[in-house]
């Protein structure tokens, strides 16, 4: 391990014992299965594609979703680029402390952090939503208010942190394979049958279309660009491959492997799945299944394709889907808790957030620190946002929806300033020129960020509109200034620890596992998890 500062003369940083998670816990299946569980297939194709179809693009919202896989692929690049030379807890966070220094770096963190940490928060809401209804109509139980399924929710999620990663990997997998298998045995079954009322549709996959609104009403306004910004919010969370890199059995490999895997395969699946969901339907009765009963837009076809039974297990699995989604974020927003107190910032930090179990090897206290975080956000919308007439989903509407939002605007601001790191890593600093290519992390760094602040600008052109009934609330009001706020506060924080503590702050975001790319997978298998010595050194080869 080595502790990298910045290129001007080194400080060394009093780094002589450092906590480290479990070293091997999971490989590239288990980093996959976490990693696609945060974007939730079934959760993003039954909750946003009928948004981007009635709201958005009409017909043509699959092609918003092929045009966000070729912007993410882009960005992708880079990302991996720097994940072969950083392995790091932090992710963002030291990728982007590498490449534009500390202060960027910890601002980013807190950012990404807060992302992280409000994400769980909002997939609890939509799990409790979903969990209440298809109680009541599959299992026909009475009627019970959603806080109770948010509790078990933040609850199981806890335990699960707890314990070693590769629990909640296989956990996630089971859940992950099931939503992946129903959504492909739904769309294939439409794609054998010759699709719908106007056949398949091949143009609804026209990349033109994505830049397109469909066709407004009298009722119903239709805007181009929500439709591409709810195709990239489906992506949201397969950025954490790297998150896992220091509890993966060969991290050099795995979490650049794993990213574009997820990203190139998530994207084959949305255009694929949304495609046949919107053929099914046809021209006219795609929009208007997505304006008038959203669900039904894949409701519908799962009935006629499966039968009665699988409809019931594919409501079943929008509650486990988001439940995995919701732990996949738990444990994403624990390691960025950890990675930030691990750095020494302070000693309480490092010997809480920053500490590991001797036993699992998990971030234990930053776990227990997330949930009671969750815990607080879920407990202060069930007291103080009540049902309204325009938003009686509480759950859904609120929780999921304004915490999502909020997330989404400040994960998207730290992938355009991860973009720009890169180039600052490999073209400014000319760190690794063995790898630095224009092709490779220069242009598409380039244009991954500039992909991300285009995605940015609309959400802001289109906030009020994502939030829907939501968008009298309080929090809704605050977002960009919680944004803008952690934002500050990292930077505040950076600054105010390099001029108390100069060897402190040449921590910050530097902590990286240079030993894991070498490491055997016998030898990861029996690594022992807890302190282990760091070796302070300046800007080391990673």
Same mark, same amino acid.
């Given at each position: 391990?080595?502790?990298?500062?910045?290129?001007?003369?080194?400080?060394?940083?009093?780094?002589?014992?450092?906590?480290?998670?479990?070293? %091997?816990?999971?490989?590239?299946?288990?980093?996959?299965?976490?990693?696609?569980?945060?974007?939730?297939?079934?959760?993003?194709?039954?909750?946003?594609?009928?948004?981007?179809?009635?709201?958005?693009?009409?017909?043509?919202?699959?092609?918003?979703?092929?045009?966000?896989?070729?912007?993410?692929?882009?960005?992708?690049?880079?990302?991996?680029?720097?994940? /072969?030379?950083?392995?790091?807890?932090?992710?963002?966070? %030291?990728?982007?402390?590498?490449?534009?220094?500390?202060?960027?770096?910890?601002?980013?963190?807190?950012?990404?952090?807060?992302?992280?940490?409000?994400?769980?928060?909002?997939?609890?809401?939509?799990?409790?939503?979903?969990?209440?209804?298809?109680? #009541?109509?599959?299992?026909?139980? %009475?009627?019970?208010?959603?806080?109770?399924?948010?509790?078990?929710?933040?609850?199981?999620?806890?335990?699960?942190?707890?314990?070693?990663?590769?629990?909640?990997?296989?956990?996630?997998?089971?859940?992950?394979?099931?939503?992946?298998?129903?959504?492909?045995?739904?769309?294939?079954? #439409?794609?054998?049958?010759?699709?719908?009322?106007?056949?398949?549709?091949?143009?609804?996959?026209?990349?033109?279309?994505?830049?397109?609104?469909?066709?407004?009403?009298?009722?119903?306004?239709?805007?181009?660009?929500?439709?591409?910004?709810?195709?990239?919010?489906?992506?949201?969370?397969?950025?954490?491959?790297?998150?896992?890199?220091?509890?993966?059995?060969?991290?050099?490999?795995?979490?650049?492997?794993?990213?574009?895997?997820?990203?190139?395969?998530?994207?084959?699946?949305?255009?694929?799945?949304?495609?046949?969901?919107?053929?099914?339907?046809?021209?006219?009765?795609? #929009?208007? #299944?997505?304006?008038?009963?959203?669900?039904?837009?894949?409701?519908?076809?799962?009935? &006629?394709?499966?039968?009665?039974?699988?409809? &019931?297990?594919?409501?079943?699995?929008?509650?486990? %889907?988001?439940?995995?989604?919701?732990?996949?974020?738990?444990?994403?927003?624990?390691?960025?808790?950890?990675?930030?107190?691990?750095?020494?910032?302070?000693?309480?930090?490092?010997?809480?957030?920053?500490?590991?179990?001797?036993?699992?090897?998990?971030?234990?206290?930053?776990?227990?620190?997330?949930?009671?975080?969750?815990?607080?956000?879920?407990?202060?919308?069930?007291?103080?946002?009540?049902?309204?007439?325009?938003?009686?989903?509480?759950?859904?509407?609120?929780?999921?929806?304004?915490?999502?939002?909020?997330?989404?605007?400040?994960?998207?601001?730290?992938?355009?300033?991860?973009?720009?790191?890169?180039?600052?890593?490999?073209?400014?600093?000319?760190?690794?020129?063995?790898?630095?290519?224009? *092709?490779?992390?220069?242009?598409?760094?380039?244009?991954?960020?500039?992909?991300?602040?285009?995605?940015?600008?609309?959400?802001?052109?289109?906030? /009020?509109?994502?939030?829907?009934?939501?968008?009298?609330?309080?929090?809704?009001?605050?977002?960009?200034?919680?944004?803008?706020?952690?934002?500050?506060?990292?930077?505040?924080?950076?600054?105010?620890?390099?001029?108390?503590?100069?060897?402190? *702050?040449?921590?910050?975001?530097?902590?990286?596992?240079?030993?894991?790319?070498?490491?055997?997978?016998?030898?990861?298998?029996?690594?022992?998890?807890?302190?282990?010595?760091?070796?302070?050194?300046?800007?080391?080869?990673?």
């Amino acid at each position: 391990m080595s502790v990298q500062s910045e290129a001007a003369p080194p400080v060394t940083a009093d780094t002589a014992q450092v906590q480290r998670l479990r070293p %091997g816990a999971v490989g590239l299946l288990g980093v996959l299965f976490m990693v696609l569980a945060n974007a939730a297939p079934i959760t993003a194709m039954t909750g946003n594609l009928p948004i981007v179809v009635g709201y958005g693009n009409g017909t043509h919202g699959p092609a918003s979703f092929l045009v966000a896989t070729i912007v993410l692929t882009i960005f992708s690049v880079g990302y991996v680029a720097m994940a /072969k030379h950083i392995t790091a807890t932090g992710a963002f966070y %030291g990728f982007i402390s590498h490449g534009l220094g500390q202060a960027v770096g910890m601002a980013s963190g807190f950012l990404a952090t807060m992302a992280y940490v409000v994400f769980e928060a909002s997939l609890v809401g939509i799990f409790a939503s979903f969990a209440k209804t298809t109680m #009541v109509t599959v299992f026909h139980t %009475g009627s019970i208010s959603w806080i109770w399924y948010a509790l078990i929710a933040v609850a199981v999620a806890a335990a699960l942190g707890y314990f070693n990663v590769s629990i909640s990997g296989k956990v996630l997998g089971v859940f992950l394979s099931i939503e992946v298998l129903l959504l492909l045995a739904m769309s294939f079954g #439409v794609l054998f049958t010759g699709g719908g009322p106007d056949g398949l549709m091949a143009g609804s996959i026209n990349p033109v279309g994505a830049f397109q609104a469909g066709p407004s009403s009298k009722d119903v306004t239709m805007v181009a660009g929500l439709g591409l910004f709810f195709a990239f919010w489906s992506w949201v969370g397969f950025e954490t491959t790297a998150v896992y890199g220091e509890e993966s059995k060969n991290p050099k490999k795995i979490v650049p492997r794993a990213t574009l895997i997820a990203v190139i395969g998530l994207g084959v699946l949305y255009t694929f799945v949304s495609w046949m969901a919107v053929a099914y339907a046809g021209r006219t009765g795609a #929009v208007d #299944v997505s304006q008038k009963d959203a669900f039904s837009l894949f409701y519908a076809p799962t009935k &006629d394709m499966l039968g009665g039974f699988f409809l &019931d297990v594919y409501k079943v699995m929008t509650c486990t %889907g988001s439940f995995a989604c919701a732990l996949a974020f738990h444990n994403a927003a624990s390691r960025y808790l950890y990675a930030i107190g691990r750095e020494g910032l302070s000693d309480g930090l490092g010997k809480t957030l920053g500490a590991s179990h001797k036993k699992h090897g998990s971030p234990h206290v930053s776990s227990l620190v997330q949930s009671v975080i969750t815990l607080a956000i879920v407990l202060l919308f069930f007291w103080l946002q009540k049902p309204t007439d325009s938003a009686p989903d509480v759950a859904y509407t609120q929780l999921y929806g304004l915490m999502a939002i909020l997330g989404t605007m400040a994960i998207l601001i730290v992938q355009s300033i991860s973009s720009i790191a890169v180039v600052g890593y490999f073209h400014v600093r000319k760190m690794h020129p063995e790898t630095a290519r224009w *092709y490779r992390t220069l242009l598409p760094p380039i244009l991954g960020a500039a992909g991300m602040v285009y995605v940015v600008y609309l959400l802001f052109q289109n906030l /009020k509109f994502a939030a829907g009934a939501a968008s009298g609330s309080p929090v809704f009001k605050a977002t960009p200034w919680i944004v803008i706020g952690f934002f500050v506060l990292g930077l505040a924080v950076a600054i105010g620890i390099r001029l108390a503590n100069p060897a402190k *702050y040449a921590t910050i975001g530097r902590i990286v596992m240079e030993e894991s790319h070498e490491r055997s997978l016998e030898e990861a298998a029996v690594a022992p998890a807890g302190a282990i010595p760091a070796q302070p050194t300046g800007e080391a080869t990673a």
